[in-house]
Structure formats: C-alpha cells, structure tokens
C-alpha cells in the first residue's frame, strides 16, 4: 500500500494551537466496520491521503469498495474505529460535540449522490437550510438578509436564477444537482465534498455539472470528489483508488 501521508501535529481540542500544516486535511490509518447480521464488513482498513489547500482529489472505485463510507468520514458525518481526521491540524473525532457541528456546518460542504433535497422547500429555500443550520436559532433573523442574499447568488452562479422558487420535483436532474451544489456552497466551507455528483446525470449534464465543479476549483475551492467512472476523474489534480480498504496510485 502506498502511504500517501504527510503527518500533521494533532490537536487534541478547539482551543488547542493549530499547527502550521501544510495540508488542509490529513487522514491517517483510517478503519470502519459496519456490523450486520451478525457479519463484520471491514470496509477501510487503513487509509492514508492528505489534501492541500486549493487541491482537487479525486477517489475512485468500484461500487461497495467504501467511497461513500470514506467521504462521511472525511465529513464528520460518522465516526471510524480507527484513525484520525485532521483539520488544520485538529483531529475532528477529538473535538468535542458541538465542535465537530462546527466543522460539519462551517467547514465542509457535502454534495451527495441523490441530491437530498428538502421537497416541500423551494430552490431558494434549499440552499437557505445550509445558512439556517449553521447559525443559532437566535442569531438567524439577524443573518438571514444576509444568507439569503448569498443564497440568491450562488444559485445565480450556477445558473438557476430563475428557477428560486421552483420545488425539487419541478426541476431537472442536473438543476436539481446544482441547487445541491449551491447549498453546499452557501457556508463557504473550506473543503467540499462530493459524492458521485454526475452519477444521476445524463452525459451532457453531467458535463455541464463537471464545468461547474472545474470553475470552482479554478477560484481556488479544495474538493474530495468520490467517484467510479474515470473520464470524470480525469479533471481532478490528483486521483487516488480505493481498493481493499486502503488508498493507491492508480
Ligand atoms: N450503514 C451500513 N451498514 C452496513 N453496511 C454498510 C453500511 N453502509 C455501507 N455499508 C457497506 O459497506 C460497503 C461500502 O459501502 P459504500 O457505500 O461506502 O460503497 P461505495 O464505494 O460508495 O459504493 P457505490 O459506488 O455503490 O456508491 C458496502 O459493501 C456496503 O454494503
Ligand atoms: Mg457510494
């Protein structure tokens, strides 16, 4: 297995010092099992990347191999066994509760497979519920010009402008995916996580939404991109496979 970390100080906390990584994010000997009847899946077993600040890394593999099971972690969206995810230096999974909703909300944005769009919520308010999730209940009126002015770009940008106030179920695979990638975008994270993006899409969309992602890549957004078809891939800077738990060359 190649190792392909460059080990970063680990803090132990929020208020811990960040360390003066190079990298933005560095996973270290990284293992989850999923326990299912009765059965022990042991789906990474031992991954190690880092990931720069403005770099795009692209993961491939086949269906099952653990892509989706690696990008949640990445995401502080489940925990793993074994291992270590370190943020600007901070290990995520020793941060206490309300610092890894934190670093879900503010620091990472997920862009999944389905979209997982709310459908009674228009467009509009799709991309809102990323900005209302990271403020407190408290704080949202006084953000909430703010966040929807935001909201109005990014959707703009990723040319929906005139499809705000469409539902989910009125508008097509691609926009659909592009609202997603809006609501990903709303927090400003530093690193965005994409989960097969194209993977509903038909060829032309999926190229409109690969462009997309490009653009945003080339203004300097840091992206995980987990994906099984190649010529996808091809885009990224880098592109890594997972294979029997652990991460390689190509
Ligand atoms: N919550 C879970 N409980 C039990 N097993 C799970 C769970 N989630 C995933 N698995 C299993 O772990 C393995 C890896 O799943 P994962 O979804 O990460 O694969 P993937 O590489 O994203 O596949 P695909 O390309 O089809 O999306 C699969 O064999 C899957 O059945
Ligand atoms: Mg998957």
Known sequence: MTNHTIHTESGLGDSGPKSQAA???????????YHIGGQDLHVLRGVDVTVAHGEWVAVLGSSGSGKSTLLHLIGGLDRPEQGSVTFEGRDIFKLPGAAIDRYRNRHVGFVFQSYHLLPELTALEN??????IRSSILGWPGRRNEARQRAVALL???????????????????ERQRVAIARALVNEPDVLLADEPTGNLDAETGKQIMSLITELHQQGQTIVMVTHDQQIAESADRRLWLREGSLGEP
């Open 23 to 33: 990298s933005l994010l560095s996973i270290t000997d990284l293992h989850k099992h």
């Open 156 to 174: 703009d940008r990723v040319g929906l402008g005139d499809r705000m106030k469409h539902r989910p179920s009125k508008l097509s695979g691609g």
């Open 127 to 132: 991309v809102l519920t990323g900005a209302m």
